[in-house]
């Protein structure tokens, strides 16, 4: 049974957004079929199998959604989707917009323990996931665990092969007359989408957000990027199931009209190839991405242009990896702050000047539009300015699913998300990020925080990409651990890391006392984040004697 989705945003607040402009007041599937009627033979996605217009979307969509209502699903009914970039995941999310039932993504790879947990906690009715990826049968496994899921009536298997036992087949559905098929118009300030959380949590959170507050708090964000009059062509690197992939459907085809570009599965060097062949105007991924990408593009320099911004989410970027995305690129870097909970701030197309020094990371100026940004001190800080970020607007979520503890936790009686994250506002209102409270180091009953060291140790120059963990120690509680890609060619030490954070004039008792060097690349969840869990799992798996430095 599907959870009851309450809105805890005051109403009159909700309705205060809409009177404004800020939200378009549509739903999602009615202003994508606007944009399909104005422009029918514009090109809706470019994925794998080629371009698939406006109008063979919508008629994909439409047929879909009455296969859905011949196999049960209802407006209100929460489906799960976990299927890789393609035409296909954006036609399922158009279908149950059509449909006015709640899409549930979440991205391919991910465990059946982690699938189990989504789906019984949010009280999903049905699931459509790929039949084969990299190995893993995810319809097969879903269809397995249906026995424990009491609320799952249908698990929808897409893509070739033999059917798995208790699964309906994707193309069979895609067989219903959608001249059968009349469109829901749902109520714009009711549940789309539920929203999934990088994995940082145990379980990760879920995040249910309604038509307006995707069309137009999240539109409003990416309509700031814009050249005026432009359709946008936007290459997520990162999975259209992930938060940073709601931006995908939703915005870029349902309020701006554009084009999606998308790759099944992230590497560098199909995404420089993507750049090449497709040209987009914004390239959507997360730092991590883009220095693997700028590597390769050391390997073979072909000039690439064309590009309007590079939009980077999920992790602070250092500015020597800012500055050489833009001699590479030829656009502005947008460093983006933002999360599924409910937060969102950036620091624009244009390069502002930003003050030299001052704490933590700079994330540019709150736009209301998408979300209002203050600072809720903490005891004891009420001298430095920082607080806890709180966050709340046009894109504010409506509640967390199937955890009212969360919502007991992180929302306001009046509508504010608290985001867990430290940050300060400049008296000009810019924003600072200089920490997140859960990922604070308390070594010796003193407080590091790791985004401050990431910061300093970024701008080593025989450092490609830094994530700093705590790790138990029985003698401190914790000590700091540095997670270290070197350069190519070039070999980091302890020591000299140190001695870099001396020069920074970082106080000693922030330095990493542990390094971890790892090859290639810093694992990532399978939204597109760095991975800490699996960082602190191999420092912990390293004997004693092999922490300060293993691969």
């Not at 893509?159 to 118009?185: H, I, K, M, V, Y």
């Not at 390239?283 to 000039?303: I, K, N, S, Y």
Request: glycine content about 10%; proline content about 8%.
């Amino acid at each position: 049974m599907t959870h009851p989705l309450h809105d805890l945003v005051p109403a009159p607040l909700r309705r205060a957004w809409a009177a404004e402009g800020h939200c378009p007041d549509i739903d999602l599937y009615t202003l994508f079929r606007a944009h399909r009627t104005a422009h029918p033979l514009r090109t809706a996605v470019v994925d794998a199998r080629g371009e698939t217009s406006y109008a063979e979307l919508d008629s994909r969509a439409r047929c879909l959604a009455a296969g859905l209502v011949e196999a049960g699903i209802r407006p209100g009914d929460v489906v799960g989707v976990q299927l890789p970039n393609s035409a296909a995941a954006v036609t399922a999310d158009l279908a149950l917009a059509a449909l006015g039932a709640v899409a549930l993504p979440f991205p391919v790879g991910r465990g059946s323990r982690e699938a189990r947990s989504l789906l019984g906690r949010s009280g999903a009715g049905a699931v459509i996931a790929a039949m084969e990826y990299r190995g893993i049968e995810h319809a097969r496994e879903l269809a397995e665990l249906a026995g424990e899921l009491p609320a799952l009536r249908t698990v929808i298997a897409a893509g070739p092969g033999p059917l798995p036992a208790g699964c309906l087949s994707l193309a069979e559905l895609l067989g219903a007359g959608q001249d059968s098929f009349t469109p829901e118009r749902p109520h714009p300030d009711t549940a789309a989408r539920i929203l999934v959380s990088s994995g940082s949590e145990a379980e990760p959170k879920m995040v249910a957000y309604t038509h307006n507050a995707l069309a137009g708090g999240r539109g409003n964000f990416l309509a700031s990027l814009l050249t005026e009059g432009t359709p946008p062509r936007c290459l997520f690197l990162t999975p259209l199931a992930s938060a940073f992939g709601s931006s995908g459907t939703a915005v870029t085809l349902a309020r701006h009209g554009g084009t999606l570009v998308l790759l099944d599965r992230f590497t560098p060097e199909a995404a420089l190839a993507a750049i090449r062949a497709h040209r987009p105007t914004h390239v959507l991924g997360v730092p991590t991405m883009v220095r693997m990408m700028l590597e390769q593009w050391e390997a073979d320099p072909v000039p690439v242009d064309g590009l309007t911004a590079l939009v980077l989410g999920g992790s602070a970027l250092d500015a020597a990896t800012q500055e050489e995305a833009r001699r590479v690129f030829h656009c502005p870097v947008v460093n983006l702050y933002g999360s599924a909970d409910g937060v969102n701030c950036h620091t624009g197309p244009a390069r502002e000047s930003v003050p030299a020094g001052g704490p933590g990371v700079v994330v540019g100026r709150p736009d209301p539009t998408v979300c209002e940004i203050r600072i809720a001190p903490l005891h004891g800080s009420a001298s430095t300015g920082a607080g806890e970020i709180l966050a709340r607007g046009p894109m504010t979520p409506l509640c967390y699913v199937g955890a009212p503890e969360l919502n007991m936790r992180y929302r306001t009686a009046d509508g504010w998300v608290r985001t867990g994250d430290l940050g300060m506002l400049d008296a000009d209102g810019t924003l600072r990020v200089v920490g997140r409270l859960k990922d604070i180091v308390i070594r010796g009953g003193a407080n590091i925080s790791p985004a401050e060291v990431e910061g300093e140790l970024s701008s080593h120059p025989d450092v490609r990409d830094v994530l700093c963990v705590g790790v138990p120690d029985p003698l401190m509680g914790e000590r700091l651990a540095a997670c270290v890609v070197p350069r190519s060619g070039r070999e980091i030490t302890l020591a000299s890391l140190c001695a870099h954070l001396d020069a920074c004039g970082l106080e000693r008792r922030k330095h990493p006392e542990r390094l971890l060097t790892v090859a290639g690349e810093l694992p990532l969840t399978p939204a597109g984040k760095p991975d800490r869990t699996a960082l602190r799992e191999r420092l912990a798996a390293a004997s004693p004697s092999a922490r300060e430095q293993t691969g």
